[in-house]
């Protein structure tokens, strides 16, 4: 028994040192820490009180110029707008040495799991929203030479105040030349054109009888070329039809396989919860659904997952996918933010839709409780 217990400790430490080293974003801290702390923010550089900055409608203002090597360990927004859905107006880019196109492209509220256009609390180990209108980020962003982050306003009115703290680490030492470097793409669908409007309710054999063995039609997440490896995804949906929009399995292609190495087995369980999430929100630290609407049209929900527990690796291209309704039968609207790392040069991302196009709503596709659309 002494042995088995003994074993059972040992089996126990192993996983949790493999789980540290998947977090290993956290420093030791009974270790002396040798980088420079540094912040930039938006604080009034002649020390009153006038913390944040406007920003006119078409305007680019840049939040963080800095020389690497360094690492970016926390990002913290909050925003007065008073345009609706100001989170989707906004956009977010951020460039690593030098290049020209970014690495990270997104309306701001999808980058932090607002992909509804609105404000909601939730939290996890990398983004969070708190309360109230708190923006943060802890992915680690590694940069070489250089890093440039810049808040685009798209929208119509102006941003009266923005107010933003970024720490980094700087570093007497180059990074590792096999560092990789911090992605995040925006992707939508409005709506997912399912293949049929015909179907009547998830059961309908019409539905479930079709195979998908290949993706085909599949929601794409994010289409990376390289090596590099996938940690997790963002998503909001807004249902144009009634039932549950999760029957969809996750799919995921590694190095062009024809058909995904990695599939699921339905859309709520890839988000580690079950049963249509039994009707009630929750957010853990890896998983979980701040938002579950009603199983109708015009429902709103929001889900997410970090592999930090295992990233997906992959040498030379990596598609994250998953079907909209079993074999991509519903035509819901999707709103996603992939997140990964990749050594760079990185594929150019989808151009961002127009500004117009990523508001939330409601299309008229035909099938159950949306009669806007003939029979396909």
Known sequence: MRKFITALCLLASTSLVAYGQALNWQPDLTRQQTYTPIRVSSADPTGRNADSRRIAPGATFTVLDADGPATISHIWFTIADNEPYNLKRIVLRMYWDNETTPSVETPIGDFFGLGLGYYYNWQSEMLSVGSVKALNCFFPMPFARHARITVTNEGKDPINSLY?????????????????????????????????????????????????????????????????????????????????????????????????????????????????????????????????????????????????????????????????????????????????????????????????????????????????????
């Open 164 to 376: 933003y703290n970024i720490d980094y680490q700087k570093y007497s030492h180059p990074l590792a030349t096999d560092t990789l470097y911090f992605h995040a793409e925006y992707r939508q669908a409005q709506p997912n054109h399912g293949w049929t409007n015909k179907w009547t309710g998830n059961g309908d054999p019409l539905v479930n009888d079709k195979a998908n063995l290949d993706g085909k039609g599949n929601y794409v997440w994010m289409n990376a070329v390289g090596h590099g490896q996938y940690v997790g995804v963002t998503m909001s949906v807004l249902q144009n039809q009634d039932g549950w929009w999760g029957e969809g399995d996750d799919m995921f292609f590694v190095d062009g396989e024809p058909r995904p190495s990695i599939a699921g087995t339905g859309s709520e369980d890839y988000f580690l919860g079950a049963w249509d999430f039994g009707g009630t929100p929750f957010s853990y630290q890896l998983y979980g659904a701040p938002v579950v609407g009603n199983e109708l049209a015009g429902g709103r929900s929001s889900v997410y997952r970090f592999h930090l527990d295992s990233p997906i690796p992959f040498s030379n291209s990596f598609k994250a996918t998953i079907e909209h309704g079993h074999a991509n039968a519903r035509s819901d609207n999707y709103y996603s933010v992939a997140y990964w790392y990749q050594a760079e040069p990185h594929a150019p991302f989808p151009a961002l839709p127009p500004v117009e196009d990523r508001i939330p709503r409601l299309q008229m596709v035909g099938g159950p409780g949306n009669t806007g659309a003939p029979a396909q």
